[in-house]
Each structure stands twice: as structure tokens, then as C-alpha cells.
């Protein structure tokens, strides 16, 4: 599982995908998201503007990505 370490209160999903390098652009983390191959606690999750907190699990493909609030 990868860790992601965000300063402010929330991260919209397109942007953790993007920054934890699970997808190479925002482009192509809107196109999964879309398409439904993307799971926020287990849920699949179609907004692409969706705000992650700390504490929170996006699944995508192999990835697991835990958002954490940096110290």
C-alpha cells in the first residue's frame, strides 16, 4: 500500500491519482474514474472532483493508495 501525504484538508481524486503516479496525466485519471475502475473504501466512485480525506483508500488497478495528513 503507498502512502500519499496531503497539507490541506482534502484531495479531489483525479488529482491523488495523479500525484501518486497511479495514472501519467489528470486526462487519463478522469478517463478511469469515468469508466469505474476506480474504488474510494471500496466503493467504486465516478466523480472525478470527489474530495479524499485523510484516512481514506482509493483502489485502482494493482494500486492501493492510503491519504494521510501530513505532520
Not at 2 to 9: A, G, N, Q
Not at 23 to 33: N, R
Not at 54 to 61: E, M, V
Amino acid at each position: 500500500m503507498e502512502i500519499l501525504f496531503i497539507t490541506s484538508e482534502y484531495i479531489e481524486l483525479c488529482n491523488a491519482l495523479k500525484l501518486s503516479g497511479a495514472q501519467l496525466s489528470g486526462g487519463m485519471a478522469k478517463h478511469v474514474i469515468r469508466e469505474g475502475l476506480v474504488t474510494v473504501d471500496k466503493h467504486v466512485e465516478y466523480r472525478k472532483k470527489c474530495k479524499i480525506r485523510a484516512g481514506q483508500i482509493i483502489g485502482y488497478s494493482s494500486h492501493l493508495i492510503k491519504i494521510s495528513q501530513k505532520p
